[in-house]
């Protein structure tokens, strides 16, 4: 475990005392920064499907009609709330980076919308033009964007 691996008040060389950190700890530190990134994102998955059923629900129970176009902004202040709770928890926890928050953050809202980019295209190309089942196509571009994001995370905007 690095220096910048370690949780403030931890002996150098100690695991932690939880059974998660001994076990994530057997890692070599990429990969484990890759398995915290992942459960990150998954985080900010329920965080974006919550702000946007939340938004969308005060929007029914407000103008008591179909959101319409509504779902649309929705859809984009739940990405922007997600990006910033997956910036806060990689910082912290996956990352261990001090830098400056504001340069890091974005660097890391940039790779967030080239990942959401490159997610909106695998997804037409899978679903549209290979005709592969919606929540498979879904699931297909999330495994194909995610490395890309962690890649551009850990070397660009947590450098």
């Given at each position: 475990?690095?220096?910048?691996?370690?949780?403030?008040?931890?002996?150098?060389?100690?695991?932690?005392?939880?059974?998660?950190?001994?076990?994530?700890?057997?890692?070599?530190?990429?990969?484990?920064?890759?398995?915290?990134?992942?459960?990150?994102?998954?985080?900010?998955?329920?965080?974006?499907?919550?702000?946007?059923?939340?938004?969308?629900?005060?929007w029914?129970?407000?103008?008591?009609?179909?959101?319409?176009v509504?779902k649309?902004?929705?859809?984009?202040?739940?990405?922007?709330?997600?990006?910033?709770?997956?910036?806060?928890?990689?910082?912290?926890?996956?990352?261990?980076?001090?830098?400056?928050?504001?340069?890091?953050?974005?660097?890391?809202?940039?790779v967030?919308?080239?990942?959401?980019?490159?997610?909106?295209?695998?997804?037409?190309?899978?679903?549209?033009?290979?005709?592969?089942?919606?929540?498979?196509?879904?699931?297909?571009?999330?495994?194909?964007?995610?490395?890309?994001?962690?890649?551009?995370?850990?070397?660009?905007?947590?450098?």
């Amino acid at each position: 475990m690095t220096d910048a691996e370690q949780t403030p008040g931890q002996a150098p060389g100690s695991a932690g005392s939880s059974a998660g950190s001994s076990f994530l700890a057997r890692f070599p530190v990429g990969l484990r920064q890759f398995v915290k990134f992942g459960l990150v994102g998954g985080t900010g998955t329920l965080v974006n499907l919550g702000v946007f059923s939340l938004l969308i629900f005060i929007w029914h129970r407000a103008a008591s009609s179909d959101p319409g176009v509504f779902k649309q902004l929705a859809s984009g202040i739940a990405f922007c709330v997600a990006v910033l709770s997956n910036f806060l928890l990689n910082r912290q926890w996956t990352f261990r980076h001090t830098g400056r928050i504001i340069p890091n953050f974005g660097r890391f809202f940039i790779v967030s919308l080239v990942g959401l980019g490159l997610n909106e295209l695998s997804f037409t190309l899978l679903n549209s033009v290979g005709h592969v089942e919606v929540h498979v196509s879904q699931l297909l571009a999330i495994l194909i964007v995610t490395p890309v994001n962690f890649v551009g995370s850990k070397w660009w905007a947590f450098r």
